[in-house]
């Protein structure tokens, strides 16, 4: 069986999925495509073997999950596609409406943490699709993440731009991870060597994109509308591991989450363990 593997639709992914064109290994699993609300419903739902999940919906359904070692989508800072456009400086946000884009939970989470803990700034929320006219119709900011928001980023010059990355950094010193790759646990029981050669191929994939950003940033120039000096600089802004710093940071995260009533409480971060199936 080819294992069901989700793909976010977005930028931010292309350097983990590039490699996978070049090595032809996207033959040997049934990728689907969606943003990440989409995506993380499937795997909850168990309709995906193996899935990139907003970090926040991994704590909120680790019973049925575990995590692949080493795949996050972070940031130490600056992460460009996730933003806050507002007509009014972000102190000044209290009883403004602000509409959240429906195609994440993190950012969501993330947003509301940094406006609470960092502002004392106590909006009202609303979901909206992610379409800015729309969001700015009912709203007086708006959350905005992928690709739209990067139009954003390097043409945002009507509204106060925030960037999520670099206000999580302010406010806790410490890094964050945005999404993270999970695993069917029933899946990752029964079919422990499907989960190994995933695992491995998306290895191999990432190792060529680190090698290799400035020929991905010219591929994908060529049909988005940022020129390659540009997509390449934000590439090297991602960070795509796991190592202690980044669990920490999103230990960090679920631990203000909870605390905020986002979580009932914060989980292990548990991982497939790609010998034997899961580790204890």
Excluded at 97 to 106: C, F, M, P
Excluded at 248 to 271: C, D, H, I, N, T
């Amino acid at each position: 069986m080819r294992p069901k593997v989700g793909h976010i639709e977005f930028l931010n992914c292309l350097p983990l999925y590039y490699g996978l064109v070049k090595s032809y290994a996207l033959l040997d699993i049934e990728l689907i495509k969606g943003n990440p609300t989409e995506l993380n419903n499937l795997l909850i739902n168990g309709l995906l073997d193996i899935s990139p999940i907003s970090s926040i919906e991994y704590a909120r359904h680790q019973d049925s999950l575990v995590l692949f070692p080493d795949f996050t989508v972070s940031s130490d800072g600056e992460v460009k596609s996730i933003l806050l456009l507002s007509c009014f400086p972000i102190e000044e946000l209290t009883g403004k409406k602000i509409a959240l884009t429906s195609t994440s939970a993190t950012s969501q989470v993330l947003l509301k943490l940094i406006l609470s803990r960092g502002y004392n700034v106590q909006p009202e929320y609303i979901i909206r699709p992610p379409d800015l006219c729309r969001m700015f119709t009912d709203a007086d900011a708006a959350l905005l993440i992928g690709d739209i928001a990067l139009k954003y980023y390097v043409d945002g010059k009507d509204f106060y731009l925030y960037d999520l990355g670099i206000e999580w950094k302010k406010l806790t010193g410490k890094k964050m991870v945005y999404a993270v790759w999970a695993v069917n646990r029933r899946f990752a029981e029964i079919k422990s060597d499907l989960c190994g050669y995933v695992f491995d191929i998306f290895k191999k994939s990432m190792l060529y994109s680190t090698e290799n950003l400035s020929e991905i940033a010219e591929s994908a120039a060529r049909w988005e509308p940022f020129d390659s000096s540009f997509l390449e600089a934000y590439f090297k802004s991602l960070r795509f591991d796991f190592s202690g710093d980044y669990q920490q940071g999103l230990l960090s995260f679920y631990k203000m989450a909870m605390e905020a009533g986002e979580l009932r409480a914060v989980p292990e971060l548990e991982f497939i363990n790609l010998r034997s199936g899961i580790s204890t």
